[in-house]
């Protein structure tokens, strides 16, 4: 089993940053792609970022260029650093792990990961 537990959420105003982090623990070895993913009140739960254990990454067209995905694999942490943060980017950001290799349109589909963190709330306000 992997725990994932995210953190840095918070309320920004508009044009402002936040990082996310999530840390992993238990058999993180397993834990080959790793994405964020982010769901506002009354929408469906959408892929934002995503990277696998070699570093490449693939991100959502609404976050490309203010986004940026990174992996510690020594710390067993991800992180979501976001810059110029809209205020459509408020939701609740979910930390998530697959233990398999993944191709470039299964990398930030919802059924393609198998352990999810709790999330962590992203407010932005214009």
């Known amino acids: 089993q992997v725990q994932l537990v995210e953190s840095g959420g918070g309320s920004v105003q508009a044009g402002g940053s936040l990082r996310l982090s999530c840390a992993a623990s238990?058999?993180?070895?397993?834990?080959?792609?790793m994405a964020w993913f982010r769901q506002a009140p009354g929408k469906e739960r959408e892929g934002v970022a995503s990277?696998?254990?070699?570093?490449?990454?693939f991100y959502a067209a609404s976050v490309k260029g203010r986004f940026t995905i990174s992996r510690d694999n020594v710390k067993k942490t991800l992180y979501l650093q976001m810059d110029n943060l809209k205020p459509e980017d408020t939701a609740m950001y979910y930390c998530?792990?697959?233990?398999?290799?993944?191709?470039?349109?299964?990398?930030?589909?919802?059924?393609?990961?198998?352990?999810w963190g709790q999330g962590t709330q992203v407010t932005v306000s214009s």
């Open positions: 998530a792990a697959a233990p398999y290799g993944l191709t470039a349109i299964q990398a930030l589909s919802n059924d393609r990961y198998r352990w």
């Open positions: 238990g058999y993180t070895e397993r834990t080959y792609w």
């Open positions: 990277i696998d254990t070699g570093g490449s990454t």
